[in-house]
């Protein structure tokens, strides 16, 4: 069973920085984030594979970089130039693996944490 607990996320002013943590325990192979705003449908935000390529979504890329720490089992999204339409609450993911194309599937996941708050405001 594997189980993800994030930390992180908060409040910051249009323009600054946040970095979400997801440690996770069990057997992981792919994981990722995925963020959802109030009235709006899950989206994929980034994701990285057991080869540790990542997938980034293009309305962050460029401002957000996903890691991962394996020796601590330890997945990172760092969030640079923060927008007022990237607030959502924001989940951390992990599944077996998964082709490159599919990486940024909510539904292809089965194990997810219990959600961070990210807030930027203008």
């Known amino acids: 069973q594997v189980q993800l607990v994030e930390s992180g996320g908060g409040s910051v002013q249009a323009g600054g920085s946040l970095r979400l943590s997801c440690a996770a325990s069990g057997v992981i192979y792919c994981m990722g984030w995925f963020r959802q705003a109030p009235g709006k449908s899950r989206e994929g935000v980034a994701a990285i594979d057991s080869g540790d390529t990542p997938s980034i979504a293009d309305s962050v890329k460029g401002r957000f970089t996903i890691s991962r720490h394996n020796a601590k089992n330890t997945l990172y999204l760092e969030m640079n130039r923060l927008k007022p339409e990237d607030t959502a609450m924001y989940y951390c993911?992990?599944?077996?693996?998964?082709?490159?194309?599919?990486?940024?599937?909510?539904?292809?996941?089965?194990?997810w944490g219990q959600g961070a708050q990210v807030t930027a405001s203008s």
């Open positions: 993911a992990a599944g077996s693996g998964l082709p490159w194309w599919r990486l940024l599937v909510g539904s292809d996941y089965r194990n």
